[in-house]
């Protein structure tokens, strides 16, 4: 029979079903004797149609003993063997596809199920392979098993349905006993030994030992200072091929007893090796600094602690040094320096670096670099210093000046101070210059202008900021009019303005602008130098003027009802509000500042006590303090910072008021915000209180003498 005689249709069997493709095979088969051509056709078609051959075998990486890609038969058992508790064990299966076509094995095709009396909730499928494992390609069946439990035997079949003619259903049983982890053996020749060389021996042992070979994952090392207790772990290593370890956090001179253990997951070896050395070096055991006082900026605002040792010659001095207070001052290396931002008290913290347990600290204490100034309408200033930690107040120099001196005012740079003379003496009735020593705040004479005019109210305007061309403005009472003149920024000279012009009464303004009767006791300069506003008591107005920024001159702009007789006045840091204190109706008015005018708007009115004389704002602009001259007091208020109300600190002005000395009549916040210093004209005293930081309320630390009729008292930074 010839090959042509086969129907076309046989040579595309592949199409066919596959029942009807085994039956006509068969067919074919039994004509193999007839003729060898239509046997080899009938097996070309047998290998067309031939359906998808699975084929598992042990794919690389498992954790079997078997060998790795082997093929595994199916409905054997794949005895894992036995497994040490808590090992991590992973079997891979690779599943071929050895036929023609596309091996389909769906997610759910491959399944675990539970043989009787055996664990099959310990095995789980992590992956398998995708659902269609074209010719000649594999995929594969990750199956880990659970040894968190010593068990006899766990065991489990794995199914994997397939549309392969000759195994649709493989099967698999996986069979494995889960043992306890075997103990480790102990290590051999375990030493341990100085390294040789200064200073690493003062610190450092060095370890070594043999290593274990069987049944271990790794090594732990144990410390102590006694022979028989007191064991820590210091070191765990985790690969038994390292056998060296540096130990570099050792004490000079101390004996160090080790313990070596073998480890097998988390089974320790049943003896440990031991040996022992020492340091060399002399070790800290105690250390101690002294605290010490800064200022926030100058020569005095950093210092280097000096740590006292015991013993007095260790072998390792360093030490790791900490602030607690970094806002108010740093440390580095034993210098501890100001931030010049914060103040108050920081502690300073030094450890020895060889021995944590081995520490101490000292209080460091920071102040503003700041004098106060004190004038006495009986012809002399003071310069005085006050401590507010140990509320110690010193003289530091006390300088004779006009006659009847009334108010001071420094200029932006803080080299020179200027105060204003209202007494009986008409030959120095005026202004007078003085520089300031940087260092002790000392001041000395420079110059003074004299109208012989009584002469009360003084302010600095710097427009140009303080390396700028700056002005300085003061009240002349008797003729209602206000006095202006030029700082030579170099010498702190006063000359009259305009510049180059001669007295008398060239450089004045009319107080209200068009009046002499105003009688102008006090001044306020908002802080960028724009605007100056007058306190005219006799007529109860506030004026203002701008200032040209080039010469210095004055221009009326507007006047502004206060209450009865204002007197002493204050700008707010920011220059947002102005205050003034009235006299006569013992009230405190408040106006708004337009910045781009200069232009006042009511706030509100707030009573003070008996006869208001001063008031001063502290540099956060969070309180305001008022003292009341008839009243004998100094009453606090809060700073609305949205309005620039007032409101009494304790809800009443009685509840808010705290007693001072006779008569009152000037107050000053230091530059830290942290105490007021309240001047007593007719008792010759002046009293420091504390402000509590979160309430303003105050606290009274000392009283100490002034000189006859103190009238005025400013505090001022120093660089």
């Not at 022992?276 to 100058?298: E, F, M, P, Q, R």
């Not at 110690?392 to 803080?414: K, M, R, W």
């Not at 003292?627 to 009685?654: D, K, M, Q, S």
């Amino acid at each position: 029979m010839e090959n042509k005689m086969i129907p076309r249709s046989l040579r595309c069997a592949g199409n066919m079903t596959t029942g009807a493709v085994v039956v006509f095979l068969c067919s074919l088969l039994g004509l193999s004797s007839c003729n060898n051509a239509l046997l080899d056709a009938a097996k070309e078609i047998q290998e067309q149609t031939i359906t998808p051959v699975i084929v598992v075998s042990l794919a690389a990486d498992c954790s079997s003993t078997l060998l790795e890609g082997a093929t595994v038969t199916n409905g054997t058992t794949l005895n894992l063997g036995s497994i040490s508790k808590d090992a991590a064990f992973l079997v891979k299966l690779s599943i071929a596809n050895n036929g023609k076509t596309p091996l389909a094995v769906a997610d759910n095709a491959v399944s675990l199920s539970g043989l009787s009396g055996w664990n099959a909730d310990k095995f789980s499928i992590t992956q398998t392979p995708s659902e269609s494992i074209p010719p000649g390609g594999s995929g594969e069946v990750w199956i880990t098993l659970d040894t968190s439990d010593v068990l006899a035997t766990v065991a489990a079949n794995l199914g994997i349905a397939t549309n392969d003619v000759n195994t649709p259903a493989f099967n698999l049983k996986l069979a494995s006993a889960v043992v306890a982890t075997p103990t480790p053996d102990a290590t051999t020749l375990f030493s341990v030994d100085s390294p040789g060389s200064e200073p690493a021996n003062y610190t450092t042992l060095k370890l070594t030992w043999n290593k274990v070979v069987s049944n271990t994952t790794g090594y732990s090392i144990m410390r102590s200072t006694s022979l028989t207790s007191g064991f820590t772990i210091i070191k765990t290593i985790d690969s038994q091929d390292t056998i060296t370890y540096d130990d570099d956090t050792c004490k000079p001179g101390t004996t160090y007893y080790y313990r070596l253990y073998s480890v097998n997951g988390a089974v320790y070896s049943t003896a440990a090796a031991k040996d022992n050395a020492a340091t060399t070096g002399t070790a800290i055991s105690a250390i101690s600094i002294g605290g010490t006082s800064l200022y926030d900026t100058g020569t005095n605002s950093s210092a280097t602690l000096a740590p006292i040792f015991t013993p007095a010659n260790p072998s390792i001095t360093t030490l790791d040094w900490s602030s607690s207070n970094p806002s108010v001052a740093t440390v580095l290396d034993g210098t501890v320096s100001a931030t010049g931002t914060g103040y108050g008290t920081t502690t300073i913290t030094a450890t020895s670096k060889d021995n944590t347990a081995i520490s101490t600290t000292c209080t460091v204490t920071v102040t503003a670099h700041q004098v106060l100034y004190l004038a006495n309408f009986g012809g002399n200033l003071d310069t005085d210093f006050i401590n507010p930690t140990t509320w110690v107040e010193v003289q530091l120099s006390n300088a004779l000046v006009g006659s009847g001196p009334s108010c001071t005012a420094v200029d932006a740079s803080g080299k020179f101070l200027y105060e204003t003379n209202s007494g009986t003496n008409p030959t120095s009735l005026g202004v007078d210059g003085y520089a300031i020593n940087q260092t002790s705040g000392a001041i000395g004479f420079i110059n003074g202008v004299y109208a012989g005019i009584l002469t009360e109210g003084l302010a600095v305007a710097s427009p140009n900021g303080p390396m700028g061309q700056q002005f300085i403005y003061c009240t002349f009472r008797s003729v209602g009019q206000v006095g202006a003149f030029a700082i030579n920024n170099s010498t702190g000279v006063l000359s009259y303005l305009p510049i180059g012009s001669a007295p008398p009464l060239t450089f004045s303004y009319l107080s209200d602008g068009n009046t002499t009767s105003g009688n102008p006791r006090w001044l306020a300069v908002d802080p960028l130098g724009k605007y100056l506003y007058v306190s005219n008591t006799d007529i109860d107005k506030i004026s203002l003027f701008s200032i040209n920024a080039t010469t210095g001159a004055l221009a009326y702009v507007d006047s502004y009802t206060a209450g009865d007789y204002p007197y002493k006045s204050a700008v707010s840091p920011d220059g947002k509000y102005l205050y003034v204190v009235n006299f006569g109706s013992s009230t405190v008015s408040a106006f708004s500042i337009d910045a781009a005018s200069g232009v006042l708007t009511t706030v509100g009115t707030y009573a003070t006590g008996s006869n208001p004389t001063c008031i001063a704002i502290d540099p956060l602009q969070r309180y305001a303090y008022v003292t009341n001259g008839t009243g004998n007091t100094i009453t606090a208020y809060t700073i609305n910072a949205g309005t620039g109300a007032l409101a009494p600190v304790n809800g009443t002005v009685a509840g808010s008021s705290y007693a001072t000395w006779l008569y009152p009549n000037s107050v000053a916040v230091d530059m830290t915000g942290t105490h007021l210093v309240v001047a007593s004209s007719n008792a010759n005293k002046a009293t420091v209180y504390a402000i509590a930081a979160g309430t303003g309320a105050l606290t009274l630390k000392i009283n100490f003498d002034t000189g006859l009729y103190p009238t005025h008292v400013a505090f001022q930074r120093l660089p």
